[in-house]
């Protein structure tokens, strides 16, 4: 059993090295813990139960050797050096009153919209998901939550005019887009397109 342990370690000490490598992005200490992790292993070799995973069990013995050493070398200090603005705790008014600006400007959005920004961005869904879920194709899925965080980009930032300026330039495109009355001459069309837009 002692000899088929020590070759164990021995077989998986390239595996741990990278590992370490890994977690402490720094060779010399990559070594040491590499080190540690393995004479806390031998010291627990009586824990170790054959048949098991050897390689789970020694990689466990390695993080948590790393989180421990972590936590011993994370500063303490007396409260009295500490700067006040440590001590000190901002106001959360602003904080509430940009979620209720948020809420608010959620709660304008169309159904679909809302919808789709909620389950894509807040939930984390995938467009594929969100596409099943809506019932309908993954560009489209796609478009609603793009044009939900333009929107909310827009009211939020207080770039409403830039929105309604964008609307209007629609609404003009569309207007030169109507097709003129026959038979009437450039007065006439002017006064229609005037007429037209009241």
């Not at 002692?2 to 000490?13: N, P």
């Not at 990559?30 to 806390?40: I, T």
């Not at 200090?77 to 940009?98: C, I, K, M, N, Y």
């Amino acid at each position: 059993m002692s000899d088929t342990f020590h070759d164990q370690i021995i077989a998986i000490l390239p595996k741990l090295r990278i590992q370490a490598l890994a977690l402490t992005r720094n060779r010399t200490v990559a070594e040491d813990l590499v080190q540690d992790a393995v004479c806390n292993a031998l010291s627990a070799k009586a824990s170790f139960m054959p048949g098991t995973n050897f390689g789970a069990w020694m990689h466990r013995i390695m993080r948590n050797r790393f989180i421990s050493d972590l936590r011993k070398k994370r500063e303490t200090s007396d409260l009295d050096d500490a700067p006040q603005s440590f001590l000190a705790v901002g106001p959360t008014h602003e904080d509430r009153l940009a979620l209720h600006e948020l809420d608010a400007a959620l709660a304008r959005l169309p159904d679909d919209q809302r919808e789709a920004l909620v389950l894509g961005v807040l939930e984390g869904i995938s467009y594929q998901e969100l596409a099943e879920v809506s019932g309908c194709a993954v560009g489209t899925a796609k478009s609603r939550v793009f044009r939900a965080r333009r929107q909310l980009e827009i009211w939020l930032m207080g770039d409403e005019a830039a929105a309604d300026r964008k609307t209007a330039d629609r609404k003009d495109h569309k207007a030169a887009a109507r097709p003129r009355p026959a038979g009437r001459n450039a007065r006439d069309v002017v006064s229609y397109a005037s007429a037209a837009e009241v």
